[in-house]
Protein backbone atom coordinates (compact mmCIF):
# COMPACT_ATOMS: atom_id res chain seq x y z
CA UNK A 1 0.00 0.00 0.00
CA UNK A 2 1.54 3.36 -1.04
CA UNK A 3 -0.32 6.48 0.63
CA UNK A 4 -0.15 10.03 -0.19
CA UNK A 5 -1.18 12.32 2.81
CA UNK A 6 -2.37 15.82 1.15
CA UNK A 7 -2.31 19.11 3.50
CA UNK A 8 -2.74 22.61 2.95
CA UNK A 9 0.42 22.83 4.78
CA UNK A 10 2.77 21.55 7.42
CA UNK A 11 2.72 24.00 10.21
CA UNK A 12 2.17 22.89 13.71
CA UNK A 13 -1.82 22.49 14.17
CA UNK A 14 -4.21 20.06 15.31
CA UNK A 15 -4.87 18.60 11.59
CA UNK A 16 -1.29 18.63 11.14
CA UNK A 17 0.10 17.08 14.34
CA UNK A 18 -3.02 14.64 13.60
CA UNK A 19 -1.91 13.80 9.97
CA UNK A 20 2.05 13.48 11.10
CA UNK A 21 0.80 10.85 13.77
CA UNK A 22 -1.23 8.86 11.39
CA UNK A 23 2.05 8.98 9.07
CA UNK A 24 4.58 8.42 11.54
CA UNK A 25 2.98 4.68 12.70
CA UNK A 26 1.72 3.68 8.92
CA UNK A 27 5.37 4.45 8.30
CA UNK A 28 6.63 2.35 11.29
CA UNK A 29 4.43 -0.45 9.59
CA UNK A 30 6.41 -0.49 6.57
CA UNK A 31 3.54 1.69 4.70
CA UNK A 32 5.02 3.78 2.23
CA UNK A 33 4.16 7.60 2.47
CA UNK A 34 4.37 10.36 0.55
CA UNK A 35 3.05 14.40 1.81
CA UNK A 36 2.16 17.12 -0.19
CA UNK A 37 2.17 20.52 1.16
CA UNK A 38 3.15 23.84 0.76
CA UNK A 39 5.84 23.10 3.59
CA UNK A 40 6.22 24.14 7.17
CA UNK A 41 7.90 23.65 10.54
CA UNK A 42 6.95 19.92 10.55
CA UNK A 43 8.13 19.01 7.26
CA UNK A 44 11.39 17.69 8.98
CA UNK A 45 9.16 15.57 10.83
CA UNK A 46 7.74 13.78 8.15
CA UNK A 47 11.07 13.43 6.83
CA UNK A 48 12.59 12.18 9.46
CA UNK A 49 9.73 9.43 10.23
CA UNK A 50 10.67 8.39 6.43
CA UNK A 51 8.15 10.15 4.91
CA UNK A 52 8.43 11.53 0.90
CA UNK A 53 8.02 15.77 0.98
CA UNK A 54 6.53 17.19 -2.43
CA UNK A 55 6.20 20.75 -1.91
CA UNK A 56 3.78 22.26 -4.09
CA UNK A 57 2.13 25.39 -3.69
CA UNK A 58 -1.57 25.09 -3.02
CA UNK A 59 -4.07 28.24 -2.35
CA UNK A 60 -5.53 28.98 0.09
CA UNK A 61 -9.23 29.01 -1.37
CA UNK A 62 -10.07 27.06 -4.27
CA UNK A 63 -11.16 30.12 -6.22
CA UNK A 64 -8.17 30.67 -8.81
CA UNK A 65 -7.74 30.61 -12.59
CA UNK A 66 -8.47 27.22 -14.35
CA UNK A 67 -5.10 27.38 -15.87
CA UNK A 68 -3.44 27.51 -12.18
CA UNK A 69 -5.53 24.97 -11.16
CA UNK A 70 -4.61 22.47 -14.16
CA UNK A 71 -0.90 23.32 -13.76
CA UNK A 72 -1.48 22.25 -9.85
CA UNK A 73 -3.68 18.86 -10.51
CA UNK A 74 -0.79 18.13 -13.23
CA UNK A 75 1.29 18.33 -11.00
CA UNK A 76 -0.04 16.33 -8.48
CA UNK A 77 -0.94 13.54 -10.99
CA UNK A 78 2.94 13.06 -11.86
CA UNK A 79 3.23 13.07 -8.05
CA UNK A 80 0.76 10.23 -7.99
CA UNK A 81 2.72 8.37 -10.55
CA UNK A 82 6.05 8.62 -10.21
CA UNK A 83 5.37 7.48 -6.18
CA UNK A 84 3.04 4.65 -7.61
CA UNK A 85 0.32 5.67 -5.13
CA UNK A 86 -2.24 3.31 -4.27
CA UNK A 87 -4.76 5.65 -1.81
CA UNK A 88 -4.83 8.98 -1.37
CA UNK A 89 -5.80 10.77 1.84
CA UNK A 90 -6.78 14.71 2.12
CA UNK A 91 -7.10 16.82 5.29
CA UNK A 92 -8.09 20.15 4.17
CA UNK A 93 -10.52 21.89 1.31
CA UNK A 94 -8.36 23.61 -1.03
CA UNK A 95 -5.04 20.82 -1.42
CA UNK A 96 -7.87 17.76 -0.82
CA UNK A 97 -10.19 19.46 -3.63
CA UNK A 98 -7.20 19.39 -6.23
CA UNK A 99 -5.57 15.76 -5.24
CA UNK A 100 -9.04 14.70 -5.32
CA UNK A 101 -9.39 15.58 -9.08
CA UNK A 102 -5.86 14.26 -10.18
CA UNK A 103 -6.72 11.39 -8.14
CA UNK A 104 -10.30 10.46 -10.17
CA UNK A 105 -8.45 11.01 -13.51
CA UNK A 106 -5.95 8.58 -12.51
CA UNK A 107 -8.53 6.00 -10.69
CA UNK A 108 -6.93 6.40 -7.41
CA UNK A 109 -9.86 6.09 -4.57
CA UNK A 110 -9.33 9.49 -2.37
CA UNK A 111 -10.47 9.15 1.79
CA UNK A 112 -11.00 13.10 3.14
CA UNK A 113 -10.77 13.51 7.23
CA UNK A 114 -13.51 15.93 8.23
CA UNK A 115 -11.09 17.30 11.31
CA UNK A 116 -14.02 20.06 12.26
CA UNK A 117 -17.27 21.87 11.11
CA UNK A 118 -15.55 25.34 9.89
CA UNK A 119 -15.01 23.90 5.95
CA UNK A 120 -16.69 26.75 3.65
CA UNK A 121 -19.45 24.73 2.98
CA UNK A 122 -19.69 24.68 -1.19
CA UNK A 123 -15.89 23.76 -0.88
CA UNK A 124 -16.61 20.64 1.50
CA UNK A 125 -19.50 19.78 -0.75
CA UNK A 126 -17.02 19.81 -3.30
CA UNK A 127 -14.73 17.74 -1.64
CA UNK A 128 -17.11 14.91 -0.36
CA UNK A 129 -18.54 14.38 -3.99
CA UNK A 130 -14.88 13.91 -5.06
CA UNK A 131 -14.40 11.41 -2.01
CA UNK A 132 -14.63 7.83 -2.04
CA UNK A 133 -15.28 7.46 1.41
CA UNK A 134 -14.89 10.39 4.52
CA UNK A 135 -13.36 9.93 8.41
CA UNK A 136 -14.78 12.37 10.44
CA UNK A 137 -12.64 13.11 13.93
CA UNK A 138 -15.97 13.34 16.45
CA UNK A 139 -19.73 12.89 16.86
CA UNK A 140 -20.59 16.27 15.86
CA UNK A 141 -17.90 16.23 12.87
CA UNK A 142 -19.93 12.99 11.65
CA UNK A 143 -23.28 14.36 11.65
CA UNK A 144 -22.00 17.59 9.92
CA UNK A 145 -21.36 15.26 6.81
CA UNK A 146 -23.95 13.25 6.87
CA UNK A 147 -25.86 14.71 4.42
CA UNK A 148 -23.23 14.74 2.10
CA UNK A 149 -21.81 11.33 1.83
CA UNK A 150 -22.76 8.08 2.53
CA UNK A 151 -19.85 6.19 2.98
CA UNK A 152 -18.53 7.56 6.22
CA UNK A 153 -16.70 6.49 9.55
CA UNK A 154 -15.77 7.86 13.02
CA UNK A 155 -12.41 7.43 13.93
CA UNK A 156 -10.99 9.48 16.69
CA UNK A 157 -7.44 11.45 16.98
CA UNK A 158 -4.62 9.06 17.91
CA UNK A 159 -2.59 10.41 20.77
CA UNK A 160 1.13 8.57 20.43
CA UNK A 161 1.50 7.34 24.45
CA UNK A 162 4.94 7.04 24.43
CA UNK A 163 5.48 10.24 22.78
CA UNK A 164 3.13 12.51 24.98
CA UNK A 165 3.72 11.28 28.49
CA UNK A 166 4.79 12.66 31.85
CA UNK A 167 8.37 13.64 31.55
CA UNK A 168 9.07 15.83 34.68
CA UNK A 169 9.24 19.77 35.01
CA UNK A 170 12.58 20.15 33.88
CA UNK A 171 10.78 22.99 30.84
CA UNK A 172 10.32 24.97 33.92
CA UNK A 173 14.19 26.48 34.17
CA UNK A 174 13.78 27.22 30.48
CA UNK A 175 11.47 29.59 30.79
CA UNK A 176 12.76 31.06 34.45
CA UNK A 177 9.62 29.31 36.44
CA UNK A 178 10.55 28.34 39.93
CA UNK A 179 9.75 24.87 40.67
CA UNK A 180 7.30 25.67 43.45
CA UNK A 181 5.38 27.75 41.02
CA UNK A 182 1.66 27.00 40.28
CA UNK A 183 1.51 26.19 36.22
CA UNK A 184 -1.51 27.04 33.62
CA UNK A 185 -0.62 26.17 30.00
CA UNK A 186 -2.87 27.29 27.29
CA UNK A 187 -2.29 25.75 23.64
CA UNK A 188 -3.97 26.84 20.77
CA UNK A 189 -3.71 29.05 17.53
CA UNK A 190 -3.74 32.51 18.07
CA UNK A 191 -6.45 32.61 15.39
CA UNK A 192 -10.01 33.51 15.19
CA UNK A 193 -12.52 32.19 18.14
CA UNK A 194 -9.62 30.28 19.78
CA UNK A 195 -7.75 34.02 20.38
CA UNK A 196 -10.57 35.46 21.95
CA UNK A 197 -10.59 32.18 24.52
CA UNK A 198 -6.96 33.36 25.55
CA UNK A 199 -7.91 36.70 25.83
CA UNK A 200 -10.36 35.51 28.27
CA UNK A 201 -7.48 33.37 29.60
CA UNK A 202 -5.20 35.65 29.76
CA UNK A 203 -7.58 37.64 32.02
CA UNK A 204 -8.52 35.14 34.62
CA UNK A 205 -5.23 34.23 35.28
CA UNK A 206 -4.36 37.90 36.31
CA UNK A 207 -7.76 37.49 38.61
CA UNK A 208 -6.61 33.83 39.70
CA UNK A 209 -3.31 35.60 40.60
CA UNK A 210 -4.47 37.56 43.36
CA UNK A 211 -5.11 33.89 45.28
CA UNK A 212 -2.87 32.19 44.28
CA UNK A 213 0.64 34.65 44.36
CA UNK A 214 3.49 32.33 42.73
CA UNK A 215 0.98 31.32 39.73
CA UNK A 216 2.73 31.02 36.28
CA UNK A 217 0.67 30.65 32.44
CA UNK A 218 2.32 29.51 29.38
CA UNK A 219 0.42 30.47 26.08
CA UNK A 220 2.01 28.15 23.39
CA UNK A 221 0.64 28.85 19.80
CA UNK A 222 1.47 31.74 16.86
CA UNK A 223 -1.11 33.16 14.22
CA UNK A 224 -2.85 36.44 13.10
CA UNK A 225 -3.34 37.63 16.47
CA UNK A 226 -0.26 37.27 18.51
CA UNK A 227 0.99 40.45 18.76
CA UNK A 228 -2.55 41.72 20.34
CA UNK A 229 -2.03 38.65 22.95
CA UNK A 230 1.60 39.93 23.52
CA UNK A 231 -0.08 43.51 24.08
CA UNK A 232 -2.70 42.11 26.45
CA UNK A 233 0.39 40.36 28.13
CA UNK A 234 2.04 43.88 28.90
CA UNK A 235 -1.02 45.86 29.91
CA UNK A 236 -1.60 42.92 32.02
CA UNK A 237 2.24 43.09 33.28
CA UNK A 238 2.07 46.42 34.27
CA UNK A 239 -1.09 46.64 35.87
CA UNK A 240 0.37 43.54 38.46
CA UNK A 241 3.55 45.11 38.28
CA UNK A 242 5.22 41.53 37.93
CA UNK A 243 5.95 39.07 34.66
CA UNK A 244 4.16 35.86 35.34
CA UNK A 245 2.58 35.22 31.49
CA UNK A 246 5.17 33.51 29.37
CA UNK A 247 4.46 33.64 25.40
CA UNK A 248 6.54 31.10 23.77
CA UNK A 249 4.65 30.74 20.20
CA UNK A 250 4.93 27.88 18.09
CA UNK A 251 6.38 24.69 19.71
CA UNK A 252 7.63 21.22 18.11
CA UNK A 253 7.94 19.37 21.41
CA UNK A 254 4.65 20.17 23.24
CA UNK A 255 4.73 16.80 25.51
CA UNK A 256 7.57 19.31 27.32
CA UNK A 257 5.20 22.18 27.75
CA UNK A 258 2.06 20.04 29.03
CA UNK A 259 4.66 18.09 31.47
CA UNK A 260 6.05 21.58 33.02
CA UNK A 261 1.91 22.76 34.11
CA UNK A 262 -0.09 21.74 37.23
CA UNK A 263 -3.49 22.42 34.33
CA UNK A 264 -3.98 22.61 30.95
CA UNK A 265 -6.51 24.80 29.20
CA UNK A 266 -7.18 23.87 25.77
CA UNK A 267 -9.42 21.82 23.37
CA UNK A 268 -9.71 19.16 20.61
CA UNK A 269 -6.44 17.78 20.19
CA UNK A 270 -5.00 19.62 22.76
CA UNK A 271 -6.93 17.95 25.20
CA UNK A 272 -5.94 14.37 24.36
CA UNK A 273 -2.33 14.90 24.06
CA UNK A 274 -2.30 16.91 27.45
CA UNK A 275 -4.33 13.98 28.94
CA UNK A 276 -2.15 11.48 27.75
CA UNK A 277 0.78 13.70 29.73
CA UNK A 278 -0.81 12.93 32.91
CA UNK A 279 -2.41 16.54 33.19
CA UNK A 280 -6.06 17.71 34.80
CA UNK A 281 -7.77 19.81 31.15
CA UNK A 282 -10.39 22.92 31.38
CA UNK A 283 -11.55 23.06 28.34
CA UNK A 284 -12.56 25.34 25.95
CA UNK A 285 -12.37 25.67 22.27
CA UNK A 286 -14.19 27.21 18.93
CA UNK A 287 -17.55 26.40 19.75
CA UNK A 288 -17.58 27.39 23.33
CA UNK A 289 -16.90 26.37 27.07
CA UNK A 290 -16.81 22.87 28.27
CA UNK A 291 -14.86 23.20 32.02
CA UNK A 292 -13.02 20.53 33.93
CA UNK A 293 -12.84 17.17 32.18
CA UNK A 294 -13.94 14.74 34.55
CA UNK A 295 -14.33 10.79 34.40
CA UNK A 296 -17.76 11.18 35.07
CA UNK A 297 -18.04 13.64 32.05
CA UNK A 298 -15.71 11.84 29.86
CA UNK A 299 -18.53 10.88 27.29
CA UNK A 300 -19.81 14.43 27.39
CA UNK A 301 -16.61 16.13 26.49
CA UNK A 302 -15.27 13.46 23.75
CA UNK A 303 -19.16 13.98 22.11
CA UNK A 304 -18.51 17.78 21.91
CA UNK A 305 -14.74 17.68 21.57
CA UNK A 306 -14.06 19.45 24.48
CA UNK A 307 -15.50 22.42 23.12
CA UNK A 308 -14.25 22.57 20.10
CA UNK A 309 -16.96 21.24 17.95
CA UNK A 310 -20.10 21.42 20.57
CA UNK A 311 -20.44 23.10 24.41
CA UNK A 312 -21.98 22.65 27.67
CA UNK A 313 -22.44 27.08 27.10
CA UNK A 314 -20.45 30.29 25.80
CA UNK A 315 -16.97 30.82 27.01
CA UNK A 316 -15.97 33.68 29.88
CA UNK A 317 -13.73 35.33 32.11
CA UNK A 318 -15.77 34.25 34.95
CA UNK A 319 -15.78 30.23 34.16
CA UNK A 320 -12.41 30.06 33.41
CA UNK A 321 -11.42 31.88 36.86
CA UNK A 322 -14.03 29.78 38.92
CA UNK A 323 -12.30 26.72 37.46
CA UNK A 324 -8.95 27.71 37.68
CA UNK A 325 -9.28 28.39 41.28
CA UNK A 326 -10.78 25.20 42.07
CA UNK A 327 -8.21 22.70 40.28
CA UNK A 328 -5.52 25.00 41.72
CA UNK A 329 -7.01 24.70 45.18
CA UNK A 330 -6.35 20.90 44.93
CA UNK A 331 -3.27 18.96 44.39
CA UNK A 332 -4.95 15.96 45.22
CA UNK A 333 -7.66 16.71 42.91
CA UNK A 334 -5.15 17.96 40.05
CA UNK A 335 -3.76 14.52 40.42
CA UNK A 336 -6.34 12.19 40.25
CA UNK A 337 -7.57 13.86 36.83
CA UNK A 338 -4.32 13.28 35.89
CA UNK A 339 -4.10 9.47 36.24
CA UNK A 340 -7.84 8.84 35.23
CA UNK A 341 -7.29 11.21 31.53
CA UNK A 342 -3.97 9.41 30.68
CA UNK A 343 -5.58 6.08 31.44
CA UNK A 344 -8.69 6.89 29.48
CA UNK A 345 -6.50 8.01 26.33
CA UNK A 346 -4.45 5.02 26.20
CA UNK A 347 -7.51 3.02 26.25
CA UNK A 348 -9.63 4.85 23.58
CA UNK A 349 -7.41 7.02 21.63
CA UNK A 350 -4.21 5.05 21.25
CA UNK A 351 -2.77 6.13 17.90
CA UNK A 352 -2.05 2.04 17.23
CA UNK A 353 -6.29 1.71 16.86
CA UNK A 354 -6.39 5.11 15.44
CA UNK A 355 -4.06 3.28 12.14
CA UNK A 356 -5.86 -0.16 12.86
CA UNK A 357 -8.85 1.65 11.73
CA UNK A 358 -7.79 3.81 8.85
CA UNK A 359 -5.71 1.09 7.57
CA UNK A 360 -9.10 -0.48 7.63
CA UNK A 361 -10.82 2.40 5.53
CA UNK A 362 -7.76 2.15 3.00
CA UNK A 363 -7.84 -1.62 2.49
CA UNK A 364 -11.89 -1.62 1.89
CA UNK A 365 -11.71 0.74 -0.94
CA UNK A 366 -8.81 -1.11 -2.27
CA UNK A 367 -11.00 -3.78 -2.31
CA UNK A 368 -13.57 -2.29 -3.99
CA UNK A 369 -11.77 -0.86 -6.71
CA UNK A 370 -9.67 -4.35 -7.62
CA UNK A 371 -13.46 -6.09 -7.54
Same mark, same amino acid.
Given at each position: ??????????????? +????? @???? +??????????????? /?????????? /????????????? =?????????? &????? *??????? &?????????? @??????? *????? /????????????????? %??EMLRLASAAIAVSPPVERHIVPLISK??? &???????? +???????????? %?????????????????????????????????????????? *?????????????????????????? @??????? =?????????????????????? %???????????????????????????????????GDHGSRQGCSRYLLSQDLKRLLASPS?? +????????????????????????? /??? *? @????????
Open positions: MRVFMVLDGLDFGGT +ETHAF @SLAK +EMAARGVHVAVAARG /GSLADRFREA /GCSIYFIDFPTAI =EIDEQRKEQL &IQQLE *AVMKKEN &ISIVHAHQTP @SGILAAT *AARRR /GIPVVFTAHGTYYPPAE %LERVL &IPNGIDTN +EFAPLGRGGRQT %LGIPDDALVIVYSSRLAWAKAGICFMFLKACKDVKRLFPNLH *AVVVGDGPRFSDVQSLVRLIHQTCRE @SFLHLVG =EQSDMAVYYSLADVVVGTGRVA %LEAMACGKPVLAAGNHGYFGVVEPSGYAEAWECYFYR +EQLGTAGREWVRQQFHIKTCVDQVL /GVY *A @SLLKGESS
